[in-house]
């Protein structure tokens, strides 16, 4: 019997099934359609599930939340035009914060590249600035090869998205070659036993050194042996935004906090009086060194696998270059028992108290809204330490990450390279796909969600157990309340009223309004885990925002 004509579409659909890719999100058009038409019939039960999105920027980033989840690549799947151009926001959120993702964009048959045909752009040149890895593929016969070089460029080093750009007639081709299956992928070592000598030594030395741990910190093998080691020596912690979860609930006696935005926060303090940083896995577009270093006097040294870029704020002594989890497993025999010096442990029990009591006095809400911390807190005692909870961009977020406490890597998601507006419901939904039989929650404001709320739909069709939680008041309020620090004034941050229940409900969700912390955890407490989507709308009153940004630092914890 004759063997079946395979197709350059079917070299991208098997390469993928090599890399083991368990889904991929995107929507079809008709310069891709082969290969979605061989992901749903011809490959189906066998290869990676393919998931339709409503948006192509919706599709890009439920792939970046596998690649921030995972580690390995998450594959978005798109058309020609405004298929590719929609992946842009996405693809540089990954690139900015260290997410794999493979995306692959069709286009125009090779003989209308350079013309005025429909749909005809340059898509490479488009995709450079926002990945890691950008080509378009012209011989069917390396398609595979592509797909290869791809997904590992995507993972390795500082973690981002690489593109794909595919013509019509490359997938419609008939081929001969065979998928490539991936390499095994290189092992780091740690750093060399120089350097994890010098920075043992520069810790026992120290009066008060201080472990600044960034996204590269959460990954789960770096966050158990940053925990093997915070059990064996005493060396206080402070989380970036991305960092969250890397301290374990029996290792909080070490944690001062998280720092982003505002330079106002206990960890700043904390950073502020240390005589040693210590970053690990620290990236500078998390909170640049410019806030947290502003008098350039720190004492830096790093533990990451690629070398830091190097600005007038950030200019470390040492740098420990391998794999992060090898060179702090190594480093513990060298600083095992160490004790910060008496003085510095009367400090730290002082900020200790400083993280434990209200940061500001409450503002009375106005009536039938609730408090931004009555509702961290209410939520708070619901959650769950194994659940995900994933975050928008907004004023809410700086509530959540200041606030709300995660004791697991990667279980509390926030966008803090790019802040990008649209994230939590994308991430949301794949959060869900990776984690079955747990209930994930998503935060967003009620101007941030219509960026992708078309997505609710998605998450309906696939029945997933999320709580979408939205902040609503009825402003672009992060926008709105800086402005008016700023200017005394706010300008076009005002939009109209959106029923979100009736919202939720049109696509087949569950919606409930809630106005007091009693009714929200009353409704929190009775969600079932089985649940599909349900959408909260919270009205919020945002009157404390401008006490985010105005504390200053007091005096007596520099």
Known sequence: MKDKQRYGADLIVDSLINHNVKYVFGIPGAKIDRVFDILDHENKGKGPKMIVTRHEQGAALMAQAVGRLTGEPGVALVTSGPGVSNLATALVTATSEGDAVLAIGGQVKRADRLKRAHQSMDNVAMMQPATKFSVETLDPEVLSETVANAYRIAKQ?????????????????????????????????????????????????????????GAGGSDAKVAESLRNLLTHVSIPVVETFQGAGVISRDLEHTFFGRVGLFRNQPGDMLLKRADLVIAVGYDPIEYEARNWNAEIDSRIVVIDKQISEIDTYF???????????????????????????????????????????????????????????????????????????????????????????????????????????????????????????????????????????????????????????????GHYDMVKFQEEMKYGRSSAVDFGYVDYVKYAES?????????????????????????????????????????????LLLEEFY
């Open 157 to 213: 080093g500082r973690p981002g998205a690489t593109f794909i750009s595919v013509p019509q007639d490359v997938t419609d081709a008939p081929v001969e070659a065979k998928a490539i299956k991936p390499l095994s992928a290189p092992k780091m070592g740690n750093a060399s036993i120089d350097d994890i000598n010098y920075l043992a030594q520069a810790i026992k030395n120290a009066v008060l050194p201080v472990i600044l741990v």
């Open 507 to 551: 696509m087949g969700a569950k919606g409930i309004r809630v106005h007091s912390k009693e009714e929200l955890k009353e409704v929190l407490e009775n969600i079932p885990d089985t649940t599909g989507p349900i959408m909260i709308d919270v009205s919020l009153d945002y009157s404390d925002n401008s006490k985010l940004a105005d504390r």
């Open 315 to 473: 200019q470390p002594e040492r740098e420990l270059i391998g794999d992060i989890s090898s060179t702090l497993d190594s480093l513990l025999p060298a600083v095992r028992g160490y004790e910060v010096h008496d003085g510095s442990k009367e400090y730290l029990d002082g900020l200790k108290k400083l993280t434990q009591k209200p940061e500001f006095d409450i503002s009375t809400p106005e009536e039938g809204r609730m408090h931004p911390l009555d509702l961290v807190k209410t939520f708070q005692s619901v959650v769950k330490d194994d659940e995900t909870v994933t975050v928008d961009v907004g004023s809410l977020y700086i509530w959540m990450a200041r606030y709300f406490k995660s004791y697991e890597p990667r279980h509390l998601l926030f966008s803090n390279g790019m802040q990008t507006l649209g994230v939590a419901l994308p991430w949301a939904i794949t959060a869900a796909l990776l984690r079955p039989g747990k209930k994930v929650y998503s935060h967003s404001g009620d101007g941030g969600f219509l960026f992708t709320g078309q997505e609710l739909e998605t998450a309906v069709r696939l029945n997933l157990p999320i709580v979408h939680i939205i902040w609503n008041d």
